[in-house]
């Protein structure tokens, strides 16, 4: 199996930064993409950025600019850097693989338990 922890979220004001990470254990066979999504309270679940195994990154409108997506193969740990939050950053952020641990299996999502990231005004 596949589990991923995240760690590094809290409270912040707004203007301020966090440094989100999730690190991966266990069999991983293969990684297509690495993925930050996040759930507001009344509010669907929705991508925040993505790393894929080429190196390629991918992020919501309303991040690109404050929020950098990186990864450390060696660590099989991938990161959010979140600068100049705003109040409607506020969320549970969650990590995601996609990818198998195993080449007789389909790909599927993977997911960490969430961590609460909460940016006052």
């Known amino acids: 199996q596949v589990q991923l922890v995240e760690s590094g979220g809290g409270l912040v004001q707004a203007g301020g930064s966090l440094r989100l990470s999730c690190a991966a254990s266990?069999?991983?066979?293969?990684?297509?993409?690495r993925r930050w999504y996040r759930q507001a309270p009344g509010k669907q679940r929705e991508l925040v950025a993505e790393?894929?195994?080429?190196?390629?990154?991918n992020y919501k409108d309303s991040v690109k600019g404050r929020f950098t997506i990186s990864r450390d193969s060696a660590k099989n740990t991938v990161y959010l850097q979140m600068n100049s939050l705003k109040p409607e950053d506020t969320a549970v952020y969650y990590c995601?693989?996609?990818?198998?641990?195993?080449?007789?299996?389909?790909?599927?999502?993977?997911w960490g338990q969430g961590t609460q990231v909460t940016v006052s005004s």
């Open positions: 995601n693989l996609w990818g198998r641990n195993n080449p007789l299996f389909a790909r599927r999502d993977y």
């Open positions: 266990g069999s991983i066979f293969e990684v297509v993409a």
């Open positions: 790393i894929t195994n080429d190196g390629s990154t």
